[in-house]
């Protein structure tokens, strides 16, 4: 396979003259002296002036190939090696929402108190008692 072509790729023109070309494709970039274009890797983009690539930031990812990185959708959590999102954790049987996820940290659960259940999934805990006599905690389901 050759490589893609890059930046500033030097063509020779008409004897001794020499004409680079700006690298175009998506991820593209060269460092200086370069015969090709290489693409960014998965987890980065190319600098703006296309000269090197960079490591996406925190909350962003990339999957290659791409000019910039991006952020991930609400609900979604960056994945492993910044090449990714994935969809948040729901919470089991048993345990309930404390804390939304974000899209640099997981949903947080928590275990359901004597007395009280959770069928699972994105939920949130209510008020448990009632003029004074024990009663169940609802359980209502809730978007992330």
Not at 2 to 9: A, D, E, L
Not at 109 to 122: N, P, R, Y
Request: hydrophobic content about 30%.
């Amino acid at each position: 396979m050759y490589p893609v072509p890059s930046i500033y790729i030097c063509i020779c023109w008409r004897r001794w003259r020499r004409k680079c070309a700006r690298c175009s494709s998506n991820g593209a970039y060269s460092t200086e002296g370069a015969s090709y274009c290489s693409i960014a890797s998965a987890g980065y983009e190319p600098t703006s002036l296309k000269t090197d690539q960079v490591q996406c930031q925190p909350e962003e990812y990339s999957t290659g190939a791409a000019d910039a990185c991006e952020a991930c959708a609400v609900g979604e959590i960056i994945g492993l090696g910044a090449a990714g999102c994935n969809p948040c954790s729901i919470c089991a049987p048993g345990r309930y929402k404390t804390s939304t996820c974000t899209t640099s940290q997981e949903t947080q659960c928590q275990e359901c108190q004597l007395g009280t259940f959770s069928a699972g999934g994105l939920v949130k805990r209510m008020h448990s008692v009632h003029g004074g006599r024990s009663v169940l905690y609802a359980m209502v389901p809730t978007l992330p």
